[in-house]
């Protein structure tokens, strides 16, 4: 041992082995030697290697070759070093850095021993592993690739499940997870997630993530740490990361992200290029498929709005003269070929519009002027043509230049305007000739401004428009009936809906009654936009309404004030209305009236006659006049002279009996007094007869009596 490897020695804190023989021959200072006894103990180690091999137990000079070797490496070490002689030997060997030497060599006899001679294949060893590794890494990417893009669409969430979890497991990776910008390419999301059993939570999918994702470095993977980059705290909380990118033409599309993860502790063979080829085995064909899946919804969502519209595309080619429709609007217009002539496209189009149409392609052939058309088409199974709204643009330039568009079937709307169009115009003579005005105000800062009057204002009035605006319409209404106009705006203001009467004045002062009928219009925030009313001109029936209420309280001050009683009562004698002079001698309020019968004040006889008059009553002879005798409250009797009308309907049944009666009790007891003073005259005057009748014989006899006494005296 030279004096370099005696200071090594010593600085390694190692026992100086035993001294090397002078006669021992020279070997080459490669690798690592030693020297064995016939028991397999090392006598002495040389070779730069042996300062990398662990320090053996102080005091111990030969110790056995075991004793440097780890377990596994004793099953090579059978027997004695003779038996190992012709054996190629791999040994690993306990070292001072940690990981194990792997180290090749052979034993050949060496004097009265053996030497061990070995070489450090521990960089073979690396390089075959990093292979076998890589390997790996790629078989296991081509399958995930081929597992993903191959499945069925309806498979692919439980599929990338499935491959995220085998993914993890092969590395053993807690926590994976693929994030993918979200619809709106704004912020990036967790697509799927996967969670070892005993691994936290970290993600859930369709988790949002925001744009935190954004200040990482999109072209190769990248460790995490939270401490490092707060920025990430809520993506991975306090645990250790890795971000792996995957970048396609549009830029970063996706990040394989990990969770709770050191790659280069934890997957030491694989590089940079083996995560984005991992990655991309993920995020290649899940982008695919999910842009697929977007396309064909599209295509769907195309084909059906275009089936339920009647609508399609259609392009024209500069290098043929044919049109290409779209295979619906192909099928709606009941032609048998999706690419047609343009002369026969023509020949579809009504006369009245084809000449325009020939112009416009022209002018979007030439010029590139866009097109927008509306046309009549005919077609075999209708009467009456189609209407389409054509539009197109031009693509390409030269040979290359291509006509594109859209064609939509707009013939229920064109039959709506026709048939509104003849409704307004219906209306507007309708409006025109009747006494009634379509208008509208619009909210200006709380009041109420006209801006569309119908053109029937003119006939009734006599004013227009600009006879109204600027606040000038309120100088049109009555001046007794302003105050009611203002409260008619206040209320349609607060309720939204109004209902007044008023007079206007047209141009030559005249009143005109209208009824106005308005409510009020609000936008989507609930503030009001405009009012939308109609006038109604109710002169006539104002001032009819005005008379029969004056003919009406006349009739009222008749009935109620005539000394005569007034009613009406069914053929029951149950009243139904009565004045107040019968209230007063039923001895009731005239309220009280109504339902009330008047059979109750008369006897059985008087009412069983009373219901028979009734009953005599018919359409031709409907009125009867009676004296009745009536019970009263608080009198002996009453006797009224009672006239009755009958009103019958149209099958001759008496519905009701209107009755007007006079208290006729006074003349009836005159009468009766006459009666008895008749009676009493007449019995005075048969007593004086009688009397006379019985003196005159008496006088007679007095006569003679006096004459005797005379005669006799």
Same mark, same amino acid.
């Given at each position: 041992?030279?004096?370099?490897?005696?200071?090594?020695?010593?600085?390694?804190?190692?026992?100086?082995?035993?001294?090397?023989?002078?006669?021992?021959?020279?070997?080459?200072?490669?690798?690592?030697?030693?020297?064995?006894?016939?028991?397999?103990?090392?006598?002495?180690?040389?070779?730069?290697?042996?300062?990398?091999?662990?320090?053996?137990?102080?005091?111990?000079?030969?110790?056995?070759?075991?004793?440097?070797l780890?377990?596994?490496?004793?099953? $090579?070490?059978?027997?004695?070093?003779?038996?190992?002689?012709?054996?190629?030997?791999?040994?690993?060997?306990?070292?001072?850095?940690?990981?194990?030497?792997?180290?090749?060599?052979?034993?050949?006899?060496?004097?009265?021993?053996?030497?061990?001679?070995?070489?450090?294949?521990?960089?073979?060893?690396?390089?075959?592993?990093?292979?076998?590794?890589?390997?790996?890494?790629?078989?296991?990417?081509?399958?995930?690739?081929?597992?993903?893009?191959?499945?069925?669409?309806?498979?692919?969430?439980?599929?990338?499940?499935?491959?995220?979890?085998?993914?993890?497991?092969?590395?053993?990776?807690?926590?994976?997870?693929?994030?993918?910008?979200?619809?709106?390419?704004?912020?990036?999301?967790?697509?799927?997630?996967?969670?070892?059993?005993?691994?936290?939570?970290?993600?859930?999918?369709?988790?949002?993530?925001?744009?935190?994702?954004?200040?990482?470095?999109?072209?190769?993977?990248?460790?995490?740490?939270?401490?490092?980059?707060?920025?990430?705290?809520?993506?991975?909380?306090?645990?250790?990361?890795?971000?792996?990118?995957?970048?396609?033409?549009?830029g970063?599309?996706?990040?394989?992200?990990c969770?709770?993860?050191?790659?280069?502790?934890?997957?030491?063979?694989?590089?940079?290029?083996?995560?984005?080829?991992?990655?991309?085995?993920?995020a290649?064909?899940l982008?695919?498929?999910?842009?697929e899946?977007?396309?064909?919804?599209?295509?769907?969502?195309?084909?059906?709005?275009?089936?339920?519209?009647?609508?399609?595309?259609?392009?024209?080619?500069?290098?043929?003269?044919?049109?290409?429709?779209?295979?619906?609007? $192909?099928? #709606?217009?009941?032609?048998?070929?999706?690419?047609?002539?343009?002369?026969?496209?023509?020949?579809?189009?009504?006369?009245?519009?084809?000449?325009?149409?020939?112009s416009?392609?022209?002018?979007?052939?030439?010029?590139?002027?866009?097109?927008?058309?509306c046309?009549?088409?005919?077609?075999?199974?209708?009467?009456?043509?189609?209407?389409?709204?054509?539009?197109?643009?031009?693509?390409?330039?030269?040979?290359?230049?291509?006509?594109?568009?859209?064609?939509?079937?707009i013939?229920?709307?064109?039959?709506?305007q026709?048939?509104?169009?003849?409704? #307004? $115009?219906?209306?507007?003579?309708?409006?025109?000739?009747?006494?009634a005005?379509?208008?509208?105000?619009?909210?200006?800062?709380?009041?109420?401004?006209?801006?569309?009057?119908?053109?029937?204002?003119?006939?009734?009035?006599?004013?227009?428009?600009?006879?109204?605006?600027?606040?000038?319409?309120?100088?049109?209404?009555?001046?007794?009936?302003?105050?009611?106009?203002?409260?008619?705006?206040?209320?349609?203001?607060?309720?939204?809906?109004?209902?007044?009467?008023?007079?206007?004045?047209?141009?030559?002062?005249?009143?005109?009654?209208?009824?106005?009928?308005?409510?009020?219009?609000?936008?989507d925030?609930?503030?009001?936009?405009?009012?939308?009313?109609?006038?109604?001109?109710?002169?006539?029936?104002?001032?009819?309404?005005?008379?029969?209420k004056?003919?009406?309280?006349?009739?009222?001050?008749?009935?109620?004030?005539?000394?005569?009683?007034?009613?009406?009562?069914?053929?029951?004698?149950?009243?139904?209305?009565?004045?107040?002079?019968?209230?007063?001698?039923?001895?009731?309020?005239?309220?009280?009236?109504p339902?009330?019968?008047?059979?109750?004040?008369?006897?059985?006889?008087?009412?069983?006659?009373?219901?028979?008059?009734?009953?005599?009553?018919?359409?031709?002879?409907?009125?009867?006049? $009676?004296?009745?005798?009536l019970?009263?409250?608080?009198?002996? #009797?009453?006797?009224?002279?009672?006239?009755?009308?009958?009103?019958?309907?149209?099958?001759?049944?008496?519905?009701?009996?209107?009755?007007v009666?006079?208290?006729?009790?006074?003349?009836?007891?005159?009468?009766?007094?006459?009666?008895?003073?008749?009676?009493?005259?007449?019995?005075?005057?048969?007593?004086?007869?009688?009397?006379?009748?019985?003196?005159?014989?008496?006088?007679?006899?007095?006569?003679?009596?006096?004459?005797?006494?005379?005669?006799?005296?």
């Amino acid at each position: 041992m030279n004096t370099g490897d005696k200071l090594f020695a010593r600085l390694l804190n190692r026992q100086p082995g035993p001294s090397q023989p002078l006669n021992s021959p020279v070997v080459p200072s490669v690798g690592l030697q030693l020297y064995l006894d016939d028991d397999g103990h090392v006598e002495h180690l040389s070779g730069p290697l042996r300062h990398l091999l662990v320090q053996q137990r102080p005091g111990s000079h030969t110790a056995p070759l075991l004793d440097y070797l780890l377990p596994h490496s004793s099953l $090579a070490l059978e027997g004695r070093p003779a038996d190992w002689q012709g054996q190629l030997l791999d040994l690993d060997f306990f070292s001072l850095a940690g990981p194990p030497l792997h180290l090749r060599g052979w034993v050949q006899a060496q004097g009265d021993g053996w030497l061990l001679q070995l070489l450090d294949i521990g960089d073979l060893l690396g390089e075959r592993r990093q292979a076998r590794s890589r390997e790996q890494c790629q078989w296991l990417a081509t399958q995930v690739r081929d597992q993903l893009r191959l499945g069925s669409l309806a498979r692919l969430p439980h599929e990338l499940s499935e491959q995220l979890q085998r993914l993890g497991q092969h590395l053993n990776i807690p926590s994976l997870a693929v994030a993918l910008l979200d619809e709106q390419g704004q912020g990036w999301q967790i697509h799927q997630h996967y969670a070892a059993p005993n691994a936290p939570q970290v993600w859930r999918d369709q988790q949002r993530l925001g744009t935190a994702l954004d200040s990482l470095n999109g072209a190769l993977p990248q460790c995490l740490l939270a401490s490092e980059q707060p920025r990430l705290s809520a993506l991975l909380g306090p645990n250790e990361g890795f971000a792996v990118p995957y970048r396609d033409a549009q830029g970063v599309a996706a990040w394989l992200l990990c969770a709770g993860y050191n790659a280069a502790q934890q997957a030491p063979d694989l590089n940079a290029h083996d995560w984005l080829l991992l990655a991309a085995a993920v995020a290649a064909p899940l982008l695919e498929r999910l842009r697929e899946h977007r396309h064909h919804q599209q295509l769907e969502r195309l084909e059906i709005l275009q089936a339920l519209l009647g609508t399609g595309w259609w392009e024209v080619s500069s290098a043929s003269a044919e049109v290409q429709l779209a295979p619906t609007l $192909a099928e #709606h217009l009941g032609l048998q070929a999706e690419r047609i002539s343009i002369e026969n496209w023509f020949s579809h189009v009504h006369p009245a519009d084809r000449d325009e149409l020939r112009s416009h392609l022209q002018a979007l052939q030439d010029d590139g002027t866009p097109l927008e058309l509306c046309v009549r088409l005919q077609t075999s199974d209708q009467s009456l043509p189609l209407w389409y709204r054509l539009q197109g643009r031009s693509l390409g330039i030269g040979a290359e230049r291509r006509l594109v568009g859209f064609m939509l079937d707009i013939s229920d709307i064109k039959n709506q305007q026709q048939q509104a169009a003849a409704a #307004h $115009a219906r209306l507007d003579n309708l409006i025109a000739s009747a006494p009634a005005v379509i208008y509208v105000q619009r909210y200006v800062e709380g009041a109420l401004q006209p801006t569309f009057f119908s053109a029937s204002l003119q006939p009734l009035l006599g004013w227009n428009l600009a006879d109204c605006a600027d606040g000038r319409l309120v100088e049109h209404v009555h001046p007794e009936d302003r105050p009611r106009y203002f409260e008619r705006t206040r209320q349609l203001l607060r309720e939204g809906s109004v209902s007044a009467r008023y007079r206007v004045l047209d141009r030559q002062g005249q009143a005109h009654w209208l009824l106005d009928e308005a409510k009020l219009l609000r936008d989507d925030l609930g503030l009001p936009v405009e009012a939308v009313g109609l006038w109604l001109d109710v002169t006539e029936a104002t001032l009819a309404a005005e008379q029969v209420k004056a003919s009406e309280e006349r009739y009222r001050i008749l009935v109620e004030d005539s000394p005569a009683m007034i009613c009406r009562y069914r053929p029951d004698l149950t009243l139904t209305f009565g004045n107040r002079p019968l209230a007063t001698y039923l001895e009731c309020a005239p309220e009280q009236l109504p339902g009330v019968n008047l059979g109750n004040w008369m006897s059985d006889e008087q009412r069983e006659a009373f219901v028979q008059r009734l009953a005599q009553l018919t359409p031709e002879l409907p009125v009867s006049t $009676a004296e009745i005798n009536l019970r009263l409250p608080g009198r002996e #009797h009453a006797w009224w002279v009672w006239s009755d009308r009958g009103v019958f309907d149209e099958f001759g049944r008496l519905l009701e009996v209107q009755a007007v009666g006079r208290d006729n009790t006074e003349v009836r007891r005159s009468q009766q007094q006459l009666t008895q003073s008749a009676k009493m005259a007449t019995l005075g005057e048969m007593a004086t007869g009688l009397a006379h009748e019985i003196n005159q014989p008496l006088n007679v006899m007095r006569m003679a009596i006096v004459n005797v006494l005379k005669r006799l005296s």
